[in-house]
Structure formats: structure tokens, C-alpha cells
């Protein structure tokens, strides 16, 4: 089923003059996790932004094409419509944070307050958050006293308490320590097997290609290509986008050794060790 | 440079965050690693000493923190903080670089030439005239790091500098850190990329609930997988392929592991 249906998508922003979203076409099925990737300013962000209606609604500026999420299409809703359906992890945790709440516990609260739940489904969810982004312990701590990943993890746990249909996450674990950026990984990955779209911007590339159903490259506003992590990790005109591939890739890569398709390089480690193990002497 | 010694520290009386921490920094370039809310970002501010030890003491060059001004402390150590916004306060990017130099008594001139040569190192040197708060989040980090580099101070402390940054930006940080070294500067660095830590430290300390609880050289840090995974810290990726393909060293770099592999390999290259 045809969740997210982007057609020929152009976007300037005001007062700037190149297209931060130059004609971009895509569809996304329900319950694929999809990876975002693409060098500093190639239009990540603008493009997240997109898809929850904050361009064209909060961002104005020139617009063209159609978005089209659950059948609704953007343009034509409202932000407060669509953010029943899709939520948003911002890129910098702090602009996430109300800042009019005092606890972790309350600003988490707040997303799921308008959204006519009972309150022990309310304080259910709290609770399963706060436990899967392991910050129960800071509950009742002010947000601005937390450290930079605990903020990062309390943003991530108030937009999936939610339970949008769809999730778009803009470089969610970029303060995380190394399990907790695997363990938001496997919970998102978890999410999407469970039916909820994903669509997640990293530069974590080794995370992208594990967790990924397919991978979008983006460059200068354009969509270069949206194919499997494999596939797209294995084009040799990578680095021309200022992309690079996951490091399982690279080695495979040096020492010429494909997946059994013959055509692809491994992208992840499990990949790698499947293609190298048995070519080295013990 | 710096002498540490039995410093804790609370922010609440009663939850101590510091725990008897006692640690000496040489030039060796410095990773800290460890845990969300381990302490990191908190023993970096006591060591700048915008935070005060409840007991112990640092030793910067000959005297005590406690002792110190914040202007002569200022003018030996530059701190990057977490998050650009509680560093950016002027209205233009050259403003803002030119900032720290001015405020510890460089001449305009060497200031001017100082902010300049630092903004060239991030690559803003043509965007002198932006807004700060106009930049994007990388691009705010990376001002950030050119604020502190203008400073000149014998210790630089970055506070995770590659957030939000892309291969470039990375690439851009590595060659500042190494341009630092070379320049006998102290160079510690609180990051959560193990990769780029295996590329660019010499010295790695893992710190855990408000201890340092391993310190060594980057290559035998990552060889304690125990307690790294105690810490919640991953071993880089590099390392973990050498260990699945069942090599008992450590690596650091794709160019190590590639090495051995065609050394060893049944592999016609
Ligand atoms: N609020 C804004 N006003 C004007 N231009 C903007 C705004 N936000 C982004 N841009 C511009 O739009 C383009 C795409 O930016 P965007 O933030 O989407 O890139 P990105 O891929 O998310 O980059 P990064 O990896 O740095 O987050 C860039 O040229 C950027 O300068
Ligand atoms: N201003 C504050 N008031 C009270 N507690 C604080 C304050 N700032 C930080 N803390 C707490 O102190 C502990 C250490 O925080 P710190 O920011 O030093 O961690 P960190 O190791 O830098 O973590 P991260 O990797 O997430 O940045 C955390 O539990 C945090 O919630
Ligand atoms: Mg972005
Ligand atoms: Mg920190």
C-alpha cells in the first residue's frame, strides 16, 4: 500500500534562489524503513519538512508538485491535520522542546494531551517510552538539565508515544552514545515491522544500510537515486555526492570481493563477514 | 598540561555526577567516550572551570583552577560546547569569531588574522557577513570550532564537534585536530563516533557513571570489549569486522585490516 507519494516536488525558499527541492518523485509503502542520505545542505531537512506539511504551511516560499501522505495531500491540509498522522523528530533536540513544561515526564505528556486518549493509555505509553529510550530515570528532571543525548532521547520518545502512522526522523541519534544509537535503531526498525513508516536522515551510514529497506541519495535538491542499500552503496560515482560507503563496503570493495548476486559489494558487517570468511586462512 | 585531581562534583546536593575523578593530560590528542549523561560534557566545563569541583582540585599549566581568573583561564584553554546554541551570541559570523580573540587582549590585527585563518579552516571565510542563527546546524558547529581555534590557547576541548556533519565535515575536523597536534596543542575531544576515534586519538578514556573507568592508548582501549560494552560504547566498525572474521588484533583504520587480509588471504589480487 502506497503510503507516502511524492510527484515532481519543487521547493525554493523565500528570499533564496536555488531550489532546496528540485523536482523530486517518490513512493514510500506502508511499513518500509527508509534512509535519507546526501552531503550538508542537499535538501535532508527540507525534504523531512515536507512531508509533514511544515513546507509549505511554516516555511513559506515557491512550491510546486504534490505530496501526498495517507491520501491526504499536504499542501491542501493543515499542520495540525496531518500531525495526527506523521511526526517529526527535529534534527536539533532542542528546538524540540516546548520549553513551557518542567519535567521530561510532562513535555512527553504534551504531544499525546489533544489526541483524546484515556488517561491510563496516556500514562501507558509515558512509561513504555520513557523505558525504551531509557530515561526513566530522568523523568522528573527539567529537559534543559538534561545532557545532550538524554534531550535527544526524550525527543525521540515523545513523538513515537504518538504511535504516528508515519515517522520522519531527522538525524535522531547524532548525540547518542554507540548502543543507544543501535538500540533507536532496532526500536524504529521494530516500529516499521509493526506497520509504521519510517523515513529516517542519517550520516550514520553503516546504521542506514543495516536498518534500511531502501535508501534515497539526495544531492543539490534532486533525488539521484532510490534503490536497496546495497545497490546504492555500491555505485562507484558516490563520492561525487559527498557521500561515502559504509566502511563494510569499502573493504569489500579493496579487495574486489562481491556478494553472491556478482553485482553488488556487502553493505553491512554480517554481508561483509559472509563474502571475506572463507577467503582468509586461519 | 592539566593535573586533576579527586575532583567531584554535584549539580543537586546529594547525586554526585563527578566521582573522585584523577586524571593527567600530556599533548597526546584525547578521546572521551562513554555513556548519554555519564559526566562528559560536565568534566570538560569543570576543567574550564565554568563549574566549580565540590572537592579536589585542577592543576592548569602551574596554578589551580580554583585560583584562576576566568580571564588567564581563558586565555589558555577554549572549550567548543555541545550545543551551538548556548555558545552563539553575535549578529555575524565574523563578529562571533572575532569575539574570543578580543576578549583575551589580542591585538585587532593578529585577532582579525586569527578569526580570518579560522574561519578558512571550516571553510566560512565567505560567508563573514551571515547571520549565525542562519546557518545551518553543521555549519553552526563549525563556527563554533573556528570561535575557539582563533583563540589560540594551548588546550582545545571540542564537545562532540562532529555532530550533523557529512563526510566533508568530518574530513574538515580531522584536518583541524591534526593541524592542532602539529602545533603542540592539547587536543581533547568528547565524541560519540567510534570510527572517527580510531582514526584520529592516540589517547582514549571512557568515562562511566561519573568515573573515568579506562585509559589508555586508543588501540588498547578498544581492545577491552568487556568493559566497553559495560560503558555502552561500541567498538568501531573497523574493529568489530577484524574481530568477526576472527583476528585477534585490534584495528584501527581500513587500511590495517586491508593490509593483513591480503597478507593472509587465499584471494588472488
Ligand atoms: N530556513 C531556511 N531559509 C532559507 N534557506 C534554507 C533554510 N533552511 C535550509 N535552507 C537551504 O536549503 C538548502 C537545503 O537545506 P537542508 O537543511 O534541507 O539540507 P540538509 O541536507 O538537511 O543539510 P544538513 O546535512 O546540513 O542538515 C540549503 O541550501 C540551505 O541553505
Ligand atoms: N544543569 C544541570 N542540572 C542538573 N543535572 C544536570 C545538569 N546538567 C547535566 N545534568 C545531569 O548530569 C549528568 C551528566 O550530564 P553531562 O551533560 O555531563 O553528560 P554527558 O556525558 O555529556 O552526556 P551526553 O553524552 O548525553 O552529552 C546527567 O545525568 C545529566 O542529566
Ligand atoms: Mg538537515
Ligand atoms: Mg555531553
Redesign the interface.
Given at each position: 500500500m502506497k503510503k507516502i507519494v511524492v510527484e515532481n516536488l519543487k521547493y525554493r525558499y523565500p528570499s533564496t534562489e536555488k531550489l532546496a527541492l528540485d523536482d523530486i518523485s517518490f513512493t514510500i509503502n506502508q511499513g518500509e524503513f527508509i534512509g535519507i542520505i546526501?552531503?550538508?545542505?542537499a535538501g535532508k531537512?527540507t525534504l523531512c519538512q515536507a512531508l509533514v506539511g511544515l513546507v509549505p504551511h511554516f516555511y513559506q516560499g515557491a512550491y510546486g508538485g504534490k505530496v501526498i501522505v495517507d491520501g491526504i495531500e499536504v499542501k491542501q491540509s493543515s499542520i495540525s491535520e496531518l500531525s495526527l498522522k506523521v511526526g517529526i523528530v527535529f534534527?536539533?533536540p532542542?528546538t524540540q522542546v516546548t520549553g513551557s513544561k518542567l519535567t521530561v515526564y510532562e513535555e512527553i505528556a504534551f504531544g499525546l494531551e489533544n489526541m483524546g486518549l484515556t488517561r491510563i493509555e496516556m500514562l501507558e505509553r509515558i512509561d513504555s517510552v520513557l523505558d525504551l529510550f531509557d530515561i526513566t530515570a530522568?523523568k522528573n528532571r527539567n529537559p534543559f538539565?538534561?545532557?545532550?543525548?538524554?534531550m535527544q532521547?526524550m525527543a525521540i520518545a515523545s513523538i513515537v508515544a504518538m504511535k504516528p502512522d508515519v515517522i520522519v526522523l531527522d538525524?535522531p541519534t547524532?548525540?547518542?552514545?554507540?548502543?543507544?544509537?543501535?538500540e533507536v535503531f532496532r526500536a524504529i526498525g521494530e516500529l516499521s515491522n509493526q506497520g509504521m513508516t519510517v523515513v529516517m536522515v542519517e550520516?550514520k551510514i553503516?546504521k542506514i544500510a543495516e536498518y534500511s529497506d531502501r535508501v534515497l541519495l539526495l544531492h543539490e535538491g534532486k533525488c539521484v537515486d532510490f534503490a536497496s542499500p546495497a545497490d546504492i552503496f555500491s555505485r562507484d560515482d558516490l563520492h561525487e555526492y559527498?557521500?561515502?560507503a559504509?566502511?563494510?563496503t569499502?573493504?569489500c570493495q579493496?579487495?574486489?570481493?562481491k556478494n553472491i548476486d556478482k553485482k553488488t559489494y556487502p553493505a553491512t558487517?554480517s554481508e561483509?563477514?559472509e563474502v571475506?570468511?572463507g577467503?582468509?586462512?586461519? | 598540561m592539566i593535573k586533576v585531581k579527586d575532583v567531584s562534583f554535584s549539580?543537586q546536593a546529594g547525586t554526585e555526577i563527578i566521582k573522585d575523578i584523577t586524571l593527567h593530560f600530556d599533548q597526546r590528542s584525547t578521546a572521551i567516550?562513554?555513556?548519554?549523561?555519564?559526566g562528559k560534557?560536565t568534566f570538560v566545563k569543570l576543567l574550564k572551570g565554568l563549574l566549580k569541583p565540590s572537592s579536589g582540585d585542577i592543576i592548569i599549566g602551574d596554578s589551580s583552577v580554583n585560583e584562576t581568573t576566568p580571564a588567564t583561564l581563558a586565555k589558555q584553554i577554549g572549550l567548543v560546547f555541545?550545543?551551538p546554541?548556548d555558545q552563539i551570541f553575535k549578529r555575524s559570523v565574523l563578529e562571533e569569531v572575532l569575539f574570543g580573540p578580543l576578549n583575551i587582549g589580542q591585538n585587532p590585527e593578529l585577532a582579525k588574522e586569527n578569526a580570518l585563518n579560522a574561519l578558512k579552516m571550516v571553510g566560512l571565510e565567505n560567508r563573514l557577513e551571515v547571520n549565525p542563527q542562519d546557518l545551518?546546524?553543521?555549519?553552526k558547529k563549525l563556527l563554533c570550532i573556528a570561535s575557539i581555534i582563533a583563540m589560540d590557547t594551548n588546550i582545545i576541548i571540542l564537545d562532540?564537534p562532529t555532530?550533523?556533519?557529512?563526510?566533508?565535515?568530518k574530513q574538515k575536523i580531522k584536518e583541524i585536530i591534526q593541524s592542532l597536534k602539529e602545533k603542540q596543542k592539547l587536543v581533547m575531544t568528547i565524541i560519540?563516533d567510534?570510527?572517527f576515534v580510531a582514526e584520529n586519538f592516540e589517547r582514549t578514556i571512557v568515562f562511566q557513571q561519573g568515573k573515568a573507568i579506562l585509559d589508555g592508548s586508543t588501540r588498547e582501549v578498544f581492545a577491552e570489549s568487556d568493559i566497553l560494552?559495560a560503558a555502552?560504547?561500541?567498538p568501531p566498525?573497523?574493529t568489530?569486522?577484524g574481530y568477526?572474521?576472527?583476528y585477534k588484533q585490534v584495528f584501527l583504520t581500513?587500511k590495517e585490516?586491508?593490509e593483513t587480509?591480503?597478507t593472509?588471504?587465499?584471494?588472488a589480487?
Open positions: 546526501g552531503q550538508n545542505s531537512s534534527q536539533n532542542f530522568v538539565d538534561l545532557s545532550g543525548g538524554q532521547r538525524e547524532s548525540q547518542l552514545d554507540p548502543q543507544g544509537s543501535e550520516h553503516e559527498g557521500v561515502v559504509p566502511v563494510y569499502r573493504v579493496a579487495l574486489k570481493q558487517l561483509a563477514v571475506l570468511r577467503k582468509i586462512h586461519d | 549539580y567516550i562513554g555513556q548519554n549523561g555519564a560534557t555541545q550545543n546554541n545551518s546546524l553543521s555549519d562532540e555532530i550533523a556533519q557529512d563526510h566533508l565535515g560519540h567510534m570510527d560494552a555502552r560504547v561500541e566498525s573497523i568489530q569486522l568477526w572474521l576472527g581500513e585490516l586491508i587480509i591480503k593472509d588471504s587465499k584471494i589480487l
